[in-house]
């Protein structure tokens, strides 16, 4: 029993500076993942850049996960905060213009899509813009993994002031066919667990 205990309060202990450590230095560049004052700490030391990743919830074959752009566009978002080194990165928005849900059109057509209006989408956007700059996050860059709402991000863009809704990142991650053999491969790459290789395979033409 006393060699328990003995063990019980040593973790306890390690646990205890484990979570002092990480208050000290926070290290993520998630805004999710820190808490309000370590957030007015970054503020307060420069840290005044955020980007928005933009992906959705859509069918994307049978061999690839419906959030395939919501995964891709978090890595690609955390990387390119990790190479400026002053921006963080807001939570990943993964509902967004899919289609007309009744009678269901373009994505609509397949299980599991999830389709909002776009004047929903853009007044999210907006909103969450706007929630950020007054937080003091003053540069909102809104990057968007999926071509179909690139006209939502540039109204947005034009009505809130410092919101960017940048075209270069959107023509760096396009992908010419949509589930097809570049972007199965892109996916590998960024985000591996949502695709299902069996599957893939079992479609790949025959070369």
């Not at 995964?71 to 690609?76: A, E, I, N, P, T």
């Not at 967004?96 to 853009?122: D, K, L, Q």
């Not at 960017?164 to 053999?181: N, S, V």
């Amino acid at each position: 029993m006393a060699t328990t205990n003995s063990a019980r309060r040593a973790l306890c202990i390690a646990l205890a500076a484990a979570a002092t450590a990480a208050r000290a230095s926070p290290s993520s560049l998630h805004l999710e993942e820190l808490t309000w004052p370590e957030l007015r700490e970054r503020v307060a030391a420069g840290t005044t850049l955020v980007l928005v990743p933009i992906g959705g919830t859509e069918q994307n074959g049978p061999h690839m996960a419906l959030g395939k752009h919501n995964l891709r566009v978090k890595v690609l978002a955390e990387r390119i905060a990790r190479e400026l080194g002053n921006a963080l990165v807001a939570p990943v928005l993964a509902y967004v213009p899919e289609g007309r849900i009744e009678p269901p059109t373009e994505h609509m057509r397949w299980p599991g899509t999830i389709s909002i209006p776009a004047p929903a989408f853009e007044a999210t956007l907006e909103a969450t813009a706007r929630s950020l700059q007054r937080a003091g996050l003053k540069d909102v860059v809104l990057l968007g993994d999926h071509g179909g709402y690139r006209a939502s991000l540039n109204r947005v863009a034009a009505r809130v002031p410092q919101v960017h809704a940048l075209p270069e990142y959107y023509r760096a991650a396009r992908i010419p066919e949509h589930a097809g053999r570049d972007d199965t491969a892109r996916t590998l790459g960024l985000a591996a667990s949502a695709v299902r290789p069996a599957v893939a395979r079992a479609r790949a033409p025959a070369a």
